[in-house]
């Protein structure tokens, strides 16, 4: 199944080295043996010991097209050793770089690597590449992926129980064996209690507080294990906007799953948990593709109001939208806050609507036809 990265990581790669993350079995080693089909070269994996010894004496052939080092993040020091393998490649040989999550948080540390690569983020299927594959019907599209999720095995399983049969193994797996890349091994067993409480708790601010009490730790350890989630990958983190919206904006972090398939809950909340997964990677296209200062948050207050998302650029809020399942009357929080920070986009994004049209300052929308919109 041909990504929407592709033909954007082959752009990229005429022009600079490319650095190519996101979640495990997202699909970046597929993507990666796509291109290396069609234009010939090498790939090689830091976690095979053969594909090591040849990476550590730089013995891959200086005639490849296209150099593949898949989790080069592994190496003692690997940031200056690829700078100095990038800048003594052969001028005609592509280089691209893909890894875990660990290996993207990282990159952003120091400036080895400034002025040298292009970073791409690769994340699950959305509905808009699901019509773009199949053509499938954006109804059809987003029932699909409520059911299975983004991830592509999943995806294109043949029945449910091949999905969650893979889902059961990815979870255990991530937990099990990445986070000691992070953590201690007396504490694999705490952060996969967690990483399940969090299951249940998708869309709510989240009190650590709380949750470390239930766990017998202290807040900071849990604020750890969160950031360890976060960096492989599991989930991901939309805080509050900032703004001027009110002094007393509450800072509790909402957490969502990248696979959607592991939220315990109803169909509203997996149709949440989906538009958020959209909308990161919307605001992610934007910051990466097209190098806006995109950024995804959500809005709420002491007094109560509360929209689920709010989309910015420049710090600036461009979009206010509110998911429901069959609720089509304008929510109250997002009439308020559109009316205050106007002039932007206020969409409530309904499941179940049959059409789109106009109720003062908002617009309602169904959940197919808005995530269709969306860039990627």
């Given amino acids: 199944m041909k990504r929407y990265l592709d033909d954007r990581v ?9 650095f190519l993350t996101g979640p495990r079995q997202v699909g970046k080693t597929t993507l990666s043996r796509q291109l290396l089909e069609q234009q010939g070269g090498q790939y090689l994996n830091y976690d095979v010991p053969a594909d090591r010894a040849l990476i550590v004496h730089q013995r891959w052939s200086p005639q490849a097209p296209l150099l593949v080092l898949d989790e080069i993040h592994k190496m003692p020091h690997w940031k200056t050793w690829l700078k100095g393998t990038y800048d003594g490649k052969p001028a005609q040989q592509q280089l691209l770089v893909t890894g875990s ?17 292009f970073g791409l983020r690769l994340h699950p299927i959305s509905v808009r590449e699901w019509c773009e594959q199949t053509g499938a019907t954006p109804e059809a599209a987003l029932t699909h992926l409520l059911e299975r999720g983004g991830f592509p095995e999943p995806c294109m399983a043949p ?8 889902r059961r193994q990815y979870f255990d797996g991530l937990v099990r064996n990445d986070v000691l890349e992070f953590s201690r091994v007396q504490e694999v067993n705490a952060i996969r209690l967690f990483a399940q409480m969090l299951r249940s708790r998708v869309g709510s601010p989240l009190s650590l507080a709380s949750l470390a009490r239930d766990l017998a730790v202290s807040p900071v350890t849990l604020k750890k294990y969160l950031d360890i989630l976060e960096a492989l990958y599991i989930v991901f983190v939309v805080r509050p906007y900032h703004d001027n919206i009110a002094r007393s904006v509450l800072q509790s972090p909402k957490v969502y799953f990248y696979d959607t398939g592991l939220v315990e809950g109803d169909e509203g909340l997996r149709f949440e948990n989906l538009v958020a997964t959209a909308l990161l990677k919307h605001v992610q296209w934007q910051h990466d593709v097209q190098g806006k200062e995109a950024a995804l948050h959500y809005i709420r207050t002491k007094d109560g109001a509360e929209v689920d998302f709010a989309l910015s650029d420049k710090g600036q809020l461009t979009h206010l939208v509110e998911c429901k399942l069959s609720d089509e009357k304008p929510h109250r929080a997002l009439q308020r806050f559109a009316q205050e920070k106007a002039p932007l986009q206020a969409v409530q994004v309904v499941r179940n609507a049959r059409h ?16 269709m919109g969306l860039l990627a």
């Fill in 10 to 18: 082959r752009a990229d790669l005429s022009r600079k080295m490319v």
């Fill in 101 to 117: 999550a660990r290996m993207d948080t990282f990159r952003q540390g120091g400036e080895s690597l400034a002025g040298r690569f």
């Fill in 159 to 166: 029945d449910n129980e091949q999905a969650e049969r893979w």
């Fill in 356 to 371: 789109s049209y106009t109720l003062g300052d908002i617009q309602i929308t169904p959940g197919p036809t808005y995530l």
